[in-house]
């Protein structure tokens, strides 16, 4: 304290009082007090945050008086700093937008993750087809529960159909009708190179399709068109697809009519309540659920995606050994005329 602040503590007290004495020392030992409680408010802000050694002329307050706004602004600092990473990073969570984007491999399947998207879930016993009994692991309260470890074998061998039909060159048509399927329905065709169908099947598309002619032309294997004229024979046959994949074969009952009119295999989520026979090769699961449909989808179209770039390398390869024989049949031709002149 300066000795002008001190005479200035002094003239505070009116001079004609004759309490002038008492009040000088009330109003030092408040100064004394503040003082003291200086430290202590130091001590005790410190060991609550931090950041204070890196402001050094930060008064704190006292205890019984709001935050001042310097340490409001460092309080949430030190806040920040702690709690600012929780919660941004991550693990072991279910994400179900990859089933679309990157859907996992048919060897990559697993009970946990079929499990996760709620492929086990079946419907209750009043709606239950007694056919799929041996798809059935148990049931809670009155609804039934799909043996998944059955699902990962019957989606496995319906992946090595959707292959080899890819990797031959056949026609996939993907059917899914219900609300929030079409995304995962796009990119299954996509991947496939094949077709799908999301608002409505329009009954006759295969049966009558001799009554709507539409133009034709011949692909070789590397899906480019030959430019070879058709035979009449050749514009009058049938064309249909080679295998035709259902999400939710209640939904699309004529169109599985059709395909088994036309005698084309077909691949269909079972559920508890759908009779496994109205498929070619059946896959217990959860039809009702996107999470479920979704992940099969993506399952059933990584497998052809994998047959589909197999049968193009093939191709490619096939290609560049018959351009290099032509090549070679050439070369000999020449030298030979060449020869003779």
């Known amino acids: 304290m300066t000795k002008g602040e001190f005479e200035e503590l002094l003239n505070s007290a009116p001079r004609p009082t004759l309490q002038r004495d008492d009040l000088v020392l009330q109003a030092f030992q408040k100064l004394f007090k503040t003082f003291n409680n200086k430290d202590r408010l130091k001590k005790q802000f410190s060991s609550s945050s931090a950041l204070l050694e890196k402001f050094p002329n930060l008064i704190p307050t006292a205890a019984n008086k709001p935050y001042s706004e310097s340490e409001l602004a460092v309080r949430q600092k030190h806040h920040a700093l702690l709690m600012g990473n929780l919660g941004s990073n991550i693990k072991n969570v279910y994400k179900p937008h990859e089933d679309i984007i990157n859907p996992p491999r048919p060897n990559d399947v697993t009970v946990q993750k079929l499990m996760a998207a709620g492929a086990h ?9 007694h056919s799929t009994q041996p798809f059935i692991h148990g049931e809670y309260k009155d609804i039934h529960i799909i043996d998944l470890d059955k699902t990962v074998g019957y989606l496995k061998r319906a992946s090595k159909i959707v292959e080899g039909v890819a990797e031959n060159g ?12 079409y995304r995962a329905v796009r990119e299954a065709a996509k991947r496939c190179n094949g077709y799908y169908v999301t608002h409505k099947w329009v009954p006759g598309t295969i049966t009558n399709a001799l009554e709507n002619p539409q133009l034709r032309h011949e692909v070789d294997f590397g899906d480019s068109p030959t430019a070879r004229e058709l035979t009449p024979d050749e514009n009058i046959q049938l064309v249909k697809p080679d295998l035709l994949v259902v999400l939710n074969p209640l939904e699309c009952k004529v169109a599985i009519k059709e395909a088994n009119q036309a005698k084309i295999p077909t691949i269909g989520i079972v559920d508890t309540n759908v009779d496994p026979d109205c498929v070619t090769y059946p896959i217990p699961a959860n039809d009702d659920s996107n999470r479920s449909t979704n992940l099969i989808c993506g399952v059933l179209a990584r497998a052809g995606e994998a047959g589909y770039n197999r049968r193009l390398s093939k191709y490619q390869q096939y290609k560049k050994r018959t351009d290099n024989s032509e090549q070679e049949a050439i070369e000999p031709a020449t030298s030979t005329a060449t020869a003779s002149a």
């Open 121 to 129: 879930l079946g419907h209750y016993r009043s709606l239950w087809k």
């Open 170 to 181: 056949g026609v996939i048509v993907f059917l899914g009708l219900a609300q929030g399927q």
